[in-house]
């Protein structure tokens, strides 16, 4: 009997582990967070590359999204430094997916190195940099943060969903670089910001 | 399955099955990269789907996603539970522990999977699928020890638990966390197709657990089933052969009932004759008296080694032979026999009328048989055998072909158009006496028949030498 | 397998299930609703009417939209149409026919019933002009359904509780239409009782009943507690007017208001590090213009108007007066919504070309003429006294001289509605996201009639009706977009008036206020907002 007791509570343990293991964020955030519905002027031109850093699926998304709304994009998401000529502007769809990495045989670092030479010749050629993060349910992962960190702070704009698991980061990202943020609900969503960074 | 069918896998396949299930781990581990290329074409189908804005795409992509994480997860558990349970540890631990250790180990192995090869696994839906699956196997391998159906059970259970984790109706529950579950999410919420895959997961989820459940069952009633039906034919045999004992024994009353009424009018015979030979002392009427004296006396043998079938007397070898010689006339001139019998031969246990009936028919055989050589010889020794006596009888006839050695035991086999059914009485009768009999042939050359009867001193308890007529009824009677 | 371990196979499952929903449990919600709540908020103006079918004015739907509900809503920022007072809708193939069933068990704020009579006694109210309680220029009716009754054919009660509308023509964001708070329903026996003047008597079916009304001082609403959906998190609502920017903001750090209205672009920077306060953004979703009445000369010159056009710096605008948080506009739909046309030439800030163009008009030596405005901020012209300043100068560059008049809001209005003004400074939010909802109020002669227009351009163009009328018709997405296009191709050629901003409105609102979402249509219902307490 005391057995049967024991192992029960072990089980209840391993249950408790796992889900901790799992959640994202323990607590909610408490303050307020500065955000906008949009951007008041906008701030990119185009045409813009779209590109992706962390090689997920979001891409296409934001790419969809722009073609919806007609705006002048060419969509690279392995684009290097030489691809950019002419451009007036780059969005970097952040979403780290090791299989998409393996589909694209690149390397986490090479992904990395990639990154930065695109933002600092977007910053040596006055391109302007926005950020989508759509990234949401996921427990935080190291190197999906990494990459946020990478491209965020360097952006100048911020899209992410509210209630994800970014949000915090994101926050944080904006406020010390007095970057402006929007956080949609859904991603449909990003629709309106996205086009008010361009129009 | 019974006892001795289990202790079959225990001692003989042990390595067999452990090396099959390292064999599997081997393969679910490696499954990521067998199978890269159905990986990358989840995420062509994704993009195909956000691109189209075709929401089915995203459908065949949840679908391959949900087959290979499954097969692998099912895999890896199979190669686990074959290890598990076919080594020391399962006799070893309680039931529970096993259950602990299997659900650990499978764990473990997924997740060292997903940092390996960086292809990830689903913390929650794993777990589930895995304690349903662990819970089917209890009770599924108890009953039919088939791997194959564990199996089948087990790909269904992780396949609809895959399921869940494309339904972003289930996001809040911790499934579908990773990566390209995720992906699947997102982008059927940006087509605002949530509810087809929420739609699509249960339909997928409810049928197969339901069927997984089902198929379980119907393997562990089907196990039973074919037990029962075993136990059943067994039974049902065993009543066969009861009744046809009983049948058998039943006529077999009845032919002894009629065979010892026979008796009767035998004694009238009998006694009637002696008055005729006591009134004719000379002549041939003795002579033909004396004859019917002998055939009576033959035939009150018969019927009682008939009533007495199965009762053995204690007896010198000697007396067997007298009775034989009296049996058997060998008055043929063209037949040369030999006879010859050893000194303080052991006395034997035997039925003697029949072992008389079955040495004779040996021996008409041997004088019928053609015969090459100007005029025939047959030996017949009696010699003493190891815990027993030994009768050899040996012609030298035209033998018997090798490949025909086997068939002279058949009944209804004869080369002379006789009734072919001498030999196989015969050897009958000395098996029963706890006898052997043996032929050793050579074409042209002869026949040797050996036949060897235990003596007497092997038996504890046997009955006194009395006279056979006044035995009283011996063996079965059924009352 | 024994009980034992079957028992303890199920208790470790429910263990782990147990685990899943309490570790993704959300907090319980905040707050305890204890003391009165008293959500005080002050705005720029005070409403005109109260009365939503006879107003097209912001102000007035901001209070309104408490009292009074429609029979559906939007939600999820004018995307998505939800039921309200009714629970679902039906359209025919032809979309020709809508029926709607209501919700039962609603009751007016008089204790009247909710049910497809009243429904009907609304809308003929509203459409038929020889109705008897028809009383007021019910503008927004014409704005949609061009005439009364317009586009709609009949209104009739099914049953007790299901409404049928039938049209005379398909009209594609005829749902919309029924969101918009002017089609908020009003208690039968209210309109019988005073007559079909609502104007100070708001009865409605919202979370929110009407209590009292100081002309340009507040109006102060009470919570329904039989409200038929859960109620709301207020006690008691006021609408205070405060017109002055800085004593809005004043008040809202002293705490006496809560939520403050129509704040200028100037303010942000006070309000971005008080910690007590809150900055809202409305997204934008508006376009501000310079109107110019095309019945006018020597505005009924396209070759004058192009000449005006260039001579506007919108940047220098919005520098000066929108402290950059607006957007120069192109055209007269923001943006933001789809349909628009992002490759329109534009007339971009020429006064050279615009001398030019004058000249080749007739005007070398340019002309007079009087600018109005009013004296109430807008959200899509926060400041519209310095706007206007701003255009005197520039209008000035090329030589045409500027007067401008300014007029308190009312009468400014009507008097922009008769189609007085020669240059009018005025603006349009969208109610839903839809291109018909701006182009057709502002560009179909539909609405270019004197006294109801809300076309203040009194552009008229044969080939812009007709295309809006084909575009209200389908619902193919991709066929309304290209016409859409084509319509903004044909204005930006004949550019009747001069599309200034597309601004982003702001509001702040102390921490406490929780619960709170701007629309983009700059009107939102007050239930789901709730007051903590301060800390």
Not at chain 1, 15 to 25: K, Q, S
Not at chain 1, 40 to 64: F, H, K, L
Not at chain 2, 378 to 383: A, G, K, Q
Not at chain 3, 495 to 524: D, F, K, N
Request: net charge negative; proline share 4%.
């Amino acid at each position: 009997m005391k057995r049967n007791v024991f192992r029960i509570v072990l089980i209840i343990i391993f249950a408790l582990l796992l889900v901790l293991v799992n959640m994202p964020y323990t607590k909610k955030v408490e303050k307020m967070v500065f955000t906008l519905p949009g951007l008041p002027r906008p701030i990119a031109e185009v045409p813009v590359v779209i590109t992706s850093a962390g090689q997920s699926t979001d891409t296409y998304i934001i790419n969809d999204i722009s073609n919806q709304l007609m705006i002048r994009s060419f969509f690279m998401p392995q684009a290097e430094v030489e691809h950019m000529e002419d451009m007036k502007s780059i969005v970097f769809a952040v979403g780290y997916s090791s299989l998409g990495l393996k589909l694209q045989g690149i390397s986490y670092e090479d992904e990395k190195t990639r990154i930065e030479k695109l933002i600092n010749m977007a910053k040596d050629n006055k391109l302007t940099i926005i950020t989508v993060v759509l990234g949401g349910e996921q427990p935080i992962d190291e190197r999906n943060e990494e990459i946020i960190r990478l491209v965020g702070a360097q952006s100048d704009y911020i899209i992410g969903l509210r209630g994800s698991s970014n949000e915090e980061l994101l926050a944080d990202l904006a406020e010390n670089g007095n970057i402006p943020l929007t956080l949609v609900r859904k991603v449909k969503d990003i629709s309106v910001p996205f086009a008010s960074a361009f129009r | 399955m019974t006892v001795s069918q289990r202790k079959i896998i225990e001692n003989i396949f042990p390595t067999t099955i452990a090396a099959g299930g390292v064999l599997l781990i081997i393969t679910g581990m490696l499954f990521p990269v067998f199978f890269q290329n159905t990986w990358f074409n989840i995420i062509m189908k994704i993009r195909e789907a956000i691109t189209t804005g075709d929401s089915g795409h995203l459908i065949l992509a949840s679908a391959s996603l949900n087959c290979l994480s499954s097969i692998q997860s099912t895999v890896l558990y199979m190669g686990t539970i074959l290890l598990i349970f076919n080594t020391e540890l399962s006799s070893r631990l309680k039931p529970l522990d096993v259950f602990l250790v299997s659900l650990v180990s499978i764990v473990f192995l997924h997740w060292m999977d997903s940092l390996i090869f960086e292809i990830p696994w689903e913390p929650v839906s794993t777990l589930l699928a895995l304690i349903i699956s662990l819970f089917l196997f209890e009770k599924l391998f108890v009953e039919t020890y088939n791997f194959v159906q564990v199996f089948i059970v087990t790909v269904q259970v992780f396949f609809a638990f895959q399921w869940l984790n494309i339904m972003p109706y289930f996001s809040p529950y911790l499934f579908g966390r990773r990566d390209v579950p995720y992906s699947v999410k997102i982008s059927g919420i940006y087509l605002n197709a949530d509810t087809v895959l929420n739609f699509t997961g249960f339909a997928f989820f409810i049928p197969f657990i339901i069927s997984a459940f089902i198929t379980a069952t119907l393997f562990i009633s089907y196990s039973r089933n074919l037990q029962m039906m075993k136990e059943n034919h067994i039974k049902e045999n065993e009543i066969r052969d009861m009744r046809a004992k009983a049948l058998e024994n039943r006529i077999y009353q009845e032919v002894k009932s009629l065979v010892h009424d026979l008796k009767t009018p035998l004694v009238t015979i009998r006694g009637l004759n002696s008055l005729t030979l006591s009134e004719n002392e000379n002549g041939k009427l003795a002579e033909y008296s004396e004859r019917i004296e002998n055939s009576v006396t033959k035939m009150s043998d018969m019927i009682s080694s008939f009533l007495y079938e199965y009762s053995r007397q204690k007896l010198k070898a000697s007396d067997l032979i007298s009775y034989i010689r009296a049996q058997l006339p060998l008055e043929d001139e063209k037949i040369r026999f030999s006879i010859n019998i050893e000194e303080d031969l052991p006395d034997i246990y035997i039925n003697k009328i029949r072992i008389a009936r079955a040495v004779i028919n040996v021996l008409e055989n041997a004088i019928v048989v053609p015969c090459k050589h100007s005029y025939k010889m047959i030996n017949f020794d009696m010699r003493r055998a190891e815990k027993g006596i030994n009768i050899i009888i040996k012609d030298n006839g035209i033998g018997i072909d090798e490949s025909n050695l086997t068939k002279i035991w058949e009944i209804g086999y004869s080369t002379n158009n006789t009734s072919g059914l001498g030999l196989p009485f015969a050897k009958r009768i000395i098996e029963d006496n706890a006898g052997t009999i043996e032929v050793v042939s050579q074409r042209d050359f002869g026949t040797t028949v050996t036949i060897f009867l235990p003596s007497a001193d092997n038996f504890e308890d046997y009955g006194g030498g009395e006279a056979i007529e006044n035995k009283q009824y011996a063996g079965n009677c059924n009352n | 397998m024994k009980i034992g371990n079957k028992k303890l196979i199920i208790l470790s499952v429910l263990a782990i299930i147990i685990a899943v929903m309490f570790g993704s449990l959300k907090d319980a919600a905040r707050g305890s609703y204890d003391t009165e709540k008293r959500l005080i908020v002050g705005r720029a103006n005070d409403s005109v009417t109260l009365d939503p079918s006879c107003t097209v004015e912001m102000d007035s739907f901001k209070v309104t939209v408490n009292i009074l509900e429609t029979l559906v809503k939007c939600e999820n920022g004018g995307n998505e149409v939800v039921p309200l007072l009714a629970e679902s809708w039906e359209s025919s193939e032809d979309g020709l026919k809508w029926v709607f069933k209501l919700r039962r068990g609603v009751k007016f704020h008089d204790g009247t019933a909710f049910d497809a009579d009243a429904v009907v006694l609304n809308f003929n109210r509203w459409m038929y002009e020889d109705n008897p309680y028809h009383k007021g220029t019910f503008n927004y009716w014409n704005y949609i359904f061009g005439g009364f009754p317009g586009l709609v054919k009949s209104v009739t009660a099914l049953n007790n509780y299901s409404v049928e509308i039938k049209l005379n023509k398909p009209f594609a964001p005829f749902l919309y239409a029924m969101t918009m708070p002017a089609f908020g329903i009003a208690s039968p026996e209210a309109i019988k009782k005073y007559q079909g003047d609502l104007s100070e008597h708001p009865v409605g079916t919202g979370p929110f009943v009407y209590r009292s009304w100081e002309r340009n001082k507040s109006i102060i609403l009470e919570r329904n507690d039989k409200y038929w959906n859960d109620a709301a998190k207020v006690n008691w609502v006021e609408f205070k007017v405060i017109p002055g920017n800085k004593e809005r903001l004043e008040e809202l750090k002293k705490g006496t208001i809560h939520i403050a209205d129509y704040l200028s672009p100037n303010d942000i920077a006070a309000i971005k590090y008080d910690p007590n306060l809150y900055l809202y953004f409305r997204p934008s979703f508006n376009i501000g213009y310079m109107a110019m009445n095309n019945e006018k000369p020597p505005f009924d010159n396209r070759l004058v108007r192009a000449a005006i056009n260039h001579a506007i710096d919108k940047d220098k605008l919005i520098n000066d007066v929108f402290d950059n948080l607006a957007k120069p506009a192109a055209t007269f739909i923001p943006p933001s919504l789809w349909g628009y046309n992002g490759s329109l030439e534009i007339y971009e800030y020429n006064p050279e070309k615009s001398r030019q163009l004058l000249a080749e008009a007739g005007y070398p030596d340019g002309f007079n003429t009087t600018l109005w405005v009013m004296n109430a901020s807008r959200e899509y012209l926060p400041n519209p006294l310095k706007t206007a300043q701003l255009i005197r100068e520039n209008l000035r560059k090329v030589n045409i001289n500027v007067e401008i008049v300014v007029f308190n809001w009312s009468e400014y209005l009507n008097k922009i509605r008769n189609g007085e003004h020669e240059i009018a400074l005025i603006g349009w939010t969208g109610d839903y996201a839809d291109p018909d909802n701006f182009l057709y109020t502002m560009l179909s002669s539909e609405n270019a009639k004197p006294g109801l227009a809300g076309n203040y351009s009194f552009y008229k163009s044969i080939e812009v009706d007709q295309l809006l009328a084909q575009a209200r018709q389908t619902t193919n997405m991709s066929f309304r977009r290209s016409l859409y296009r084509r319509i903004q191709e044909t204005v930006n050629y004949d550019i009747p008036s001069v599309p200034m901003v597309h601004t982003m409105p702001v509001l702040a609102a102390r921490l406490s206020v929780q619960g709170y979402t701007p629309h983009m249509t700059g009107i939102e219902s007050l239930e789901q907002v709730s007051l903590e307490n301060e800390r």
